[in-house]
């Protein structure tokens, strides 16, 4: 559940850079009910997604310097008779696909080839 929560507070601080509403980083921590330090934490997260964020200091806000757009795509899969549920985020790749919950070795073959 932490990388749900994760990827939210992203989008949320995302849209909030966007409009160039985020307040002061004390503001923005209280508004988005994290500490000052998660804040930093997930600028730094974008940034490392190559987002261009800069604070104007008169404005008090957060904005992108260059265009940035962030897409965040979640699936899940749930196979009937309560056998398998998968959850995975992203990539739909076979080899990195793994079942949450135990299964039988007929139903990974079925799933899987």
Same mark, same amino acid.
């Given at each position: 559940? #932490?990388?749900?929560? #994760?990827i939210?507070?992203?989008?949320? %601080? /995302?849209?909030? %850079?966007?409009?160039?509403? !985020? $307040? !002061?980083?004390?503001?923005?921590? /209280?508004?988005? /009910?994290i500490?000052?330090?998660? =804040?930093? /934490?997930?600028?730094?997260?974008?940034?490392? *997604? #190559?987002?261009? %964020?800069?604070?104007?200091?008169?404005?008090?806000? *957060?904005? *992108?310097?260059?265009?940035?757009?962030? #897409? +965040?795509?979640?699936? +899940?899969? +749930? %196979?009937?008779?309560?056998? =398998?549920?998968?959850?995975? $985020?992203?990539?739909?790749?076979?080899?990195?696909?793994?079942?949450? +919950?135990?299964?039988?070795?007929?139903?990974?073959?079925?799933?899987?080839?």
């Amino acid at each position: 559940m #932490n990388t749900i929560r #994760n990827i939210e507070r992203l989008k949320q %601080i /995302h849209s909030l %850079i966007l409009t160039e509403t !985020t $307040g !002061t980083p004390r503001e923005l921590a /209280h508004r988005m /009910h994290i500490s000052e330090r998660m =804040v930093y /934490h997930l600028i730094e997260q974008l940034r490392d *997604y #190559n987002a261009a %964020i800069r604070y104007n200091r008169s404005r008090k806000t *957060y904005f *992108y310097e260059d265009e940035f757009e962030l #897409n +965040v795509k979640i699936s +899940v899969s +749930v %196979i009937s008779n309560d056998e =398998v549920t998968q959850i995975f $985020g992203g990539k739909k790749i076979k080899s990195m696909i793994t079942p949450i +919950v135990p299964c039988r070795t007929s139903l990974m073959h079925r799933l899987y080839n």
